[in-house]
């Protein structure tokens, strides 16, 4: 760890708490279900994971924007009675920042173990790329400065700050289209991936232009779908089924000055990761050099990158090298969403990641290995389409969750 | 004041009678009249808001300011997501820095102020003006008029100025 890292604070906090217990449903286009269904899947799921009763759970924090379901209705369904909830509003980045807002929760005495939920019909209801009830609303008072402009989904909003990053560290569309490579070589590994196929650079940068310098394929895949964490005191993991994923620090929804404008900010290539490094390295009371796997959210393949970046895996503007030598793919020096993500499981606005570092964990992140005599898999970590996905060694994961450039969060954890 | 509902490219835009600041800038930009708030630490700011995001002060005057300056960043929409822009692709948003009070009150910051390339009537530019310009292109700001009272700022190519002799492209066309 560097010696500038401050690691005074929050230590009493280090490892007191545990993801237990992870839930999805799978990811579609065509659910044919609602979100209150979606999330009641999810959070049963993530219940029996976690070896859960019903009366074990007592509270529930959900996110969305305007497009899910409320906790009281899927702890209704699910025969929950809480002592806590709230469902607040919000997209990227959530994920890290609920999972703080349930240790504070948990921590206050409010409740003992709180579910944390998105659902989304990401696909087939609110299409999360901003087609469809989105595109067609109104523009009203200070969107008079934006979308009356088109420039309104994500990705032309967030392209000021890509395609300035080409052109100030001269990052080329190859190396970040390596980023959906990577991902898709993971997902080949992921019988639960909505695009299992895999992908080379020449497919991604010859696929349509969306907005420069997005192509299709540089961008992550709508779906339906809910997930779910479990956070709650770690003593009592040792009550429950899995092995738990230690949670050793959070920073949440960390902001640059005027996140709304991010663009009169400078320098613009500069995202929120900036700031918030120093409050999660502090937390967890580690460095990125510690970290063995990363889940940095994939919305689009230079988001990743941007992220990487900023949190320290590399140093700014080598980005571009970072993510095209290699070190993010399985069986390099630090794989990146081994899942294959927002590009290729499916886009959850961040929680599919923290699942996924979660099975890294606990070493349950395969498919497709050969069951041994106790019931888990035995890791061949050959890492071949439709082979193991699981990374050798695990024992500390970073999420970095992204909202927008100017606003992100993070999590490490560590196996338990 | 009262406020605003049109319809722009088949789009429903609105401001509310309530929102005083942005009812102003527009009508400025209605007489082709560039107009930002200056507060008393002499800092202008944009898009128009309740207070200086750099002190807090709440006290401004609207001040003229030079619709002049080079493109920082852009993106180039060849898929449109608002049907109202479909019509009109490939379209350039540009976020232009602009000369006045460039490089304040830090060295990373400046006027940026967002529009379309457009032509000098402020209609939307034509692929083979949109091919010409990048990043570091001189622009100068025209307006395209949408109602009385409500006019877009928006930005062209200034012929006056020297312009770079390749300004930064997307390396794909």
Redesign the interface.
């Known amino acids: 760890m560097p010696a500038e890292i401050d690691t005074s604070s929050a230590k009493h906090l280090r490892g007191k708490y545990a993801i237990v217990g992870v839930g999805e449903t799978s990811y579609s286009r065509g659910s044919g279900r609602t979100t209150r269904a979606l999330a009641t899947w999810a959070v049963g799921n993530a219940m029996r994971d976690a070896g859960l009763r019903a009366d074990q759970v007592d509270g529930m924090l959900s996110y969305s924007s305007g497009d899910s379901t409320f906790a009281p209705f899927v702890a209704g369904d699910l025969g929950l009675r809480l002592d806590f909830y709230m469902d607040v509003f919000g997209g990227g980045s959530s994920t890290e920042a609920l999972v703080g807002m349930a240790m504070g929760v948990i921590e206050a005495g409010m409740c003992k173990t709180v579910a944390i939920f998105r659902s989304m019909n990401g696909y087939s209801q609110v299409r999360i790329?901003?087609?469809g009830v989105r595109?067609?609303a109104?523009?009203?008072?200070?969107q008079?400065?934006?979308?009356?402009?088109?420039?309104?989904?994500a990705g032309?909003m967030f392209?000021?700050?890509f395609?300035?990053h080409?052109?100030e560290y001269g990052t080329?569309?190859e190396q970040v289209a390596m980023v959906k490579v990577i991902h898709s070589e993971h997902a080949s590994n992921n019988p639960k991936a909505f695009y299992k196929q895999r992908v080379t650079v020449a497919d991604v940068?010859n696929s349509?232009?969306?907005?420069?310098?997005l192509h299709l394929l540089d961008c992550c895949v709508e779906t339906d779908n809910a997930t779910c964490i479990i956070v709650t005191r770690s003593e009592r993991a040792r009550d429950l089924k899995q092995r738990p994923a230690l949670i050793l620090g959070v920073a949440g929804r960390v902001s640059k000055?005027?996140m709304d404008?991010h663009?009169?900010?400078?320098?613009?290539t500069r995202v929120a990761g900036h700031y918030a490094k120093d409050i999660l390295w502090r937390n967890a009371g580690v460095g990125p050099e510690d970290i063995d796997v990363t889940g940095s959210y994939d919305a689009f393949t230079f988001t990743t990158m941007l992220q990487l970046e900023d949190y320290g895996f590399c140093k700014k503007g080598e980005g571009g090298h970072y993510v095209a030598d290699g070190s993010m793919r399985l069986g390099g020096r630090r794989p990146n969403n081994t899942s294959g993500g927002h590009l290729c499981e499916g886009y959850t606005h961040g929680m599919n990641m923290v699942i996924e570092n979660v099975r890294q964990l606990r070493g349950e992140a395969d498919d497709n290995c050969p069951l041994g005599p106790d019931g888990k898999r035995r890791h061949s970590h050959d890492y071949r389409e439709g082979g193991c996905r699981q990374v050798r060694d695990c024992e500390l994961t970073a999420n970095l969750g992204w909202a927008m450039p100017g606003t992100g969060s993070a999590l490490v954890m560590a196996r338990g | 004041m009262a406020g605003i509902r049109i319809d722009y490219l088949g789009m429903p835009l609105s401001l509310d009678e309530l929102d005083g600041e942005n009812l102003t800038f527009f009508n400025y930009c209605a007489r082709h009249d560039f107009h930002l708030q200056k507060g008393p630490s002499g800092l202008m700011r944009y898009p128009p808001t309740t207070a200086c995001p750099w002190t807090g002060e709440r006290d401004h005057v609207w001040q003229r300011v030079e619709g002049r300056g080079a493109v920082y960043s852009y993106t180039e929409v060849h898929q449109a997501i608002q049907p109202a822009f479909r019509a009109f692709v490939p379209y350039m948003v540009l976020l232009v820095e602009l000369d006045t009070q460039k490089g304040q009150p830090t060295a990373d910051e400046g006027l940026r102020v967002m529009g379309n390339l457009c032509t000098a009537d402020g209609k939307l530019a034509p692929p083979e003006m949109v091919r010409k310009v990048g990043i570091g292109s001189r622009v100068r700001m025209v307006f395209s008029d949408l109602a009385p009272g409500l006019s877009l700022p928006q930005w062209t190519l200034d012929e006056t100025a020297p312009q770079p002799a390749k300004p930064w492209r997307y390396p794909q066309e």
């Not at chain 1, 109104?138 to 200070?142: S, T």
């Not at chain 1, 008079?144 to 989904?153: C, I, V």
């Not at chain 1, 349509?208 to 310098?213: A, D, G, H, M, R």
């Not at chain 1, 663009?263 to 613009?268: A, F, L, S, V, W």
Request: proline share 11%.
């Open positions: 790329g901003g087609t595109s067609a109104p523009v009203v008072g200070d008079l400065h934006g979308r009356a402009y088109g420039w309104q989904t032309q392209s000021f700050t395609l300035r080409m052109y080329t569309p940068v349509k232009l969306i907005c420069k310098p000055p005027r404008m663009y009169q900010h400078g320098p613009i």
